[in-house]
């Protein structure tokens, strides 16, 4: 079992940055690819970003592509999403997962843990 709290969510002006934290515990976290998913009111949870077990890969949606940067810290049990430029399109709650292989993945629905979410607003 894996437990994940998500951390640093609030609300900015367009253009401004956020740093999003995700804090695990429970089994070795090392062995996990981790993921950043999002979901607004009325639409589907959607991929952002994904890292692989050793952090030496990640995955980007187009969307978040040259605006985000996933990285993780095991020693620390922690990820971050840092989030720069950010548009009123990025609202949403944001939610960190945990996958039992080591490669990142881009469904939702192969991610075994997940925290209970933080909200990002981005006021125009």
């Known amino acids: 079992q894996v437990q994940l ?3 640093g969510g ?7 940055s956020l740093r999003l934290s995700c804090a695990a515990s429970g089994r070795t976290f090392s ?10 009111p009325g639409k589907e949870r959607e991929f952002v970003a994904a ?5 030496g890969r990640t995955d980007y949606a187009d969307s978040v ?7 993780r810290d ?5 990820i971050v999403l840092q989030m720069n430029s ?7 709650l944001y939610y960190c997962a945990a996958d039992r292989s080591y490669i990142p993945k881009r469904r939702w629905e192969e991610y075994d843990y997940w925290g209970q979410g933080t909200q990002v607003t981005v006021s125009s």
């Not at 609030?10 to 401004?16: H, I, N």
């Not at 062995?31 to 607004?40: I, K, P, V």
């Not at 592509?65 to 990285?71: A, C, L, N, P, Y």
């Not at 950010?86 to 949403?92: F, G, N, S, V």
Request: glycine letters at 14%; a positive charge.
């Open 74 to 78: 095991n020693a620390l049990n922690t």
């Open 5 to 7: 709290v998500e951390s």
């Open 65 to 71: 592509k040259g605006r985000f940067t996933i990285s």
């Open 51 to 55: 890292i692989s077990w050793s952090g």
């Open 31 to 40: 062995n996990y690819a981790m993921g950043w998913f999002r979901q607004a």
């Open 86 to 92: 950010l548009k009123p399109e990025d609202t949403a």
């Open 10 to 16: 609030g609300l900015v002006q367009a253009g401004g």
